[in-house]
């Protein structure tokens, strides 16, 4: 398994894409009564992103679906939320456009069989350490957290590290 730390091309990452649930979430939903979902993200993912805006690296969350959730706390964190994406990435090509960049300087962490297209692409494809098994020995990096418990903080402190 290589983890993050093993990537040699830090410095040309210029963007980093998230998935949202498995990634900033542990992947498990409550419902209450109402049909309300909540999830839960940790609070050292925020700092986090903090540390990636100050230096000027760019971050995005694409998710295939509708989530309120994940639109409050993108947010709250200060970065742009794609929701109802079909092709993450068809829309990632979208942003690099926009953002004058390529693939090899993209970042994506994922976790999930519809995020292999995308991290086949990209310069540096990070994986959670917990992502689906169909994941594993496809030559992504690891983070050693977990989703939802820091994984997105690792990633940015490993980016952001002189």
């Not at 990537?7 to 109402?34: H, Q, Y």
């Not at 993108?74 to 953002?99: A, F, H, W, Y």
């Not at 098994?133 to 992504?140: A, I, K, S, T, V």
């Amino acid at each position: 398994m290589k983890y993050i730390s093993e990537f040699k091309n830090k410095k040309s990452i210029k963007l980093v894409i998230f998935d949202f649930d498995g990634v900033f979430t542990d992947n498990r939903v409550l419902v209450n009564e109402l049909g309300i979902e909540s999830v839960i993200c940790s609070r050292y993912d925020g700092y986090g992103i903090k540390n990636l805006d100050k230096k000027s690296i760019h971050c995005y969350v694409l998710t295939s679906e509708v989530k309120a959730i994940a639109n409050k706390r993108c947010e709250k964190l200060g970065i742009k939320c794609l929701n109802n994406v079909n092709s993450k990435v068809d829309e990632t090509k979208k942003i690099l456009k926009e953002l004058n960049l390529n693939f090899e300087n993209v970042c994506f962490l994922g976790n999930d069989i519809n995020d292999i297209e995308l991290l086949d692409l990209v310069g540096f494809p990070v994986r959670t350490i917990d992502s689906h098994p169909y994941l594993e020995n496809r030559g992504y990096f690891s983070t050693q957290a977990i989703g939802g418990h820091g994984c997105v903080r690792e990633l940015s402190d490993y980016l952001t590290s002189d």
